[in-house]
């Protein structure tokens, strides 16, 4: 057999395997068909109302552009501002690796006006009015404290828990054991990047405490009709200490940004790589080009492109949920008495809302951009699913029960970093946290709910097994799979064989 026959047959191989994964049937929460108005459905950029309800006429000429696929339609969308809708046709893209986009399964986004939602939304503006509390401060905070009290009153709360209530050991961080082990912030985010010949601090420019957006009705109002926001200043680079810096981050970093410095982190701390990797015992062979340092990096860059294919199908073609911005005016429209949009009154008579018009004079959602969320829908974040893949690959790669030495945690005000005295930190639990800060930094900055983030990276997840299942297949090498932790706590092995628990 040629070698040309070989690679066709590989190929084929590896189509008729994704061909036959599935995670289920996909659904909608039915929010669209539920308000006449499409209140809680996506419509940022658009034209709207004074009250930033969407034109129908401008929403129908949306969803016939999303149900023709013709380019025309696309082109017709009347617009309410400058700023376009962002690549919504890339909802129909093909991926030659990994699993298709649209084979991707995740839980219909909250409802609208559901007490899930409700709680998401008291987060928000919790996390909103925390931005510029130290991440070392969150045991002692008083503003802290207040947030925990609040959340754990409604009728349904959000995030991870001990005995059903928020505590000052789990406010604010993801779900997965990793996240609940030392500082907030992964080691990941902290440390310096090994680069070619140089190092990287991880020093980061940060807008000045209080700077925050959309507080105003106007103000609000434009960006919904997606005008172009006022410039954003920031100065005192430091490392990442509060959730503002955080929120800085996934501002403007780039789609693999924080996993490509994560891999090159770890690359440069020796005996890293995953005891499953054949190359741990061979006497004459070292890691490169396969299973080595080459791979892993060729493979984070792959899983962050694959996860956003995923990322827009869901988002534009599924659920089409609204941003937590909107979700903000609603709520600000309801208390002012001007329209009722039948939100929770739990939410509505909550604290977090007292204290955001106490702050702010309104009840819309501070944003720590002034552009608000991107011109895209909200569930999934896109930031999550490529947190979720990329996290994953590193997570097949790398020992995960390795401890990583000499562990740092910013100061207060994040001119230093210090040493990190206290439990052990493992790579499996520090890529994990780094998932979740990034995904959860968006909530920070306001743009996303907690489900997108959580839920968005599972959707990333199952499209990086479609990749190493796919990759599986072209090892030469004795290899027995790749195996790694979901982040539902799951041990999976996966190799040419299929993907099996363990």
């Not at 040309?4 to 994964?21: G, P, S, W």
């Not at 509390?133 to 002692?140: K, M, Q, R």
């Not at 106007?218 to 509060?242: C, H, M, T, V």
């Not at 994953?392 to 990583?404: C, H, I, P, Q, R």
Request: glycine share 10%; with cysteine; hydrophobic share 35%.
């Amino acid at each position: 057999m040629t070698r040309q026959a070989d690679a066709l047959a590989l190929r084929i191989d590896a189509a008729n395997t994704q061909a036959e994964m599935t995670y289920g049937q996909q659904e909608t929460n039915g929010d669209e068909g539920r308000f006449a108005d499409y209140r809680g459905s996506y419509s940022k950029g658009l034209p709207h109302d004074s009250f930033g309800i969407v034109d129908p006429t401008a929403y129908g000429a949306f969803l016939r552009a999303l149900s023709s696929r013709d380019n025309a339609d696309f082109e017709a969308i009347p617009l309410g501002g400058v700023r376009k809708l962002v690549s919504p046709q890339a909802a129909y893209r093909f991926e030659m690796v990994g699993l298709d986009s649209h084979k991707t399964v995740m839980r219909p986004a909250p409802e609208f006006t559901g007490a899930e939602t409700a709680a998401e939304m008291a987060e928000l503006y919790w996390k909103a009015l925390c931005r510029d509390v130290p991440f070392a401060d969150f045991g002692t905070n008083t503003l802290v404290q207040s947030a925990i009290t609040d959340m754990n009153a409604l009728s349904a709360t959000v995030g991870p828990k001990v005995g059903g209530q928020v505590t000052t050991g789990t406010v604010f961080r993801g779900l997965e054991p990793g996240n609940m082990v030392g500082p907030y912030i992964s080691q990941f985010l902290l440390r310096d990047v090994p680069y070619g010949n140089t190092r990287v601090e991880q020093r980061y420019p940060c807008p000045a405490p209080g700077t925050d957006f959309m507080t105003d009705a106007q103000e609000w109002l434009n960006i919904q009709f997606g005008q172009a926001p006022q410039p954003l200043i920031k100065d005192n680079p430091r490392y990442i200490s509060d959730a503002r810096a955080l929120g800085e981050y996934v501002h403007i970093d780039y789609t693999y940004q924080a996993y490509l410095n994560a891999a090159l982190i770890l690359l440069g701390i020796p005996g890293t790589f995953d005891i499953g990797n054949p190359y741990a015992t061979s006497s004459t062979q070292a890691a490169f080009a396969t299973l080595g340092g080459p791979d892993v990096l060729d493979l984070v860059a792959k899983a962050g492109n694959l996860a956003l294919s995923g990322a827009w199908y869901q988002k534009w073609l599924v659920h089409r949920r609204a941003r937590p911005e909107a979700y903000g005016g609603r709520m600000h429209f309801q208390k002012t008495g001007e329209q009722d949009y039948g939100l929770p009154q739990e939410l509505a008579d909550s604290d977090a809302l007292a204290q955001t018009f106490a702050n702010w004079g309104t009840y819309l959602l501070p944003q720590a951009f002034p552009e608000g969320s991107p011109t895209h829908p909200s569930y999934p974040a896109g930031h999550a699913t490529i947190a979720g893949a990329c996290c994953t690959v590193l997570k097949a790669f790398f020992e995960e029960s390795y401890v990583l030495p000499d562990p740092v945690v910013a100061s207060r005000d994040g001119h230093a970093l210090l040493p990190w005295t206290g439990d052990a930190l493992t790579i499996g639990g520090e890529i994990d946290k780094l998932a979740n800060n990034v995904a959860l930094g968006r909530d920070w900055a306001g743009v996303h709910y907690r489900s997108d983030g959580t839920d968005g990276l599972r959707v990333g997840e199952q499209q990086a097994i479609g990749l190493l299942q796919d990759y599986s297949l072209t090892y030469r090498e004795q290899f027995d799979g790749f195996t790694l932790t979901t982040f539902d706590g799951e041990r999976i092995n996966i190799s040419s064989g299929g993907v099996a628990s363990v």
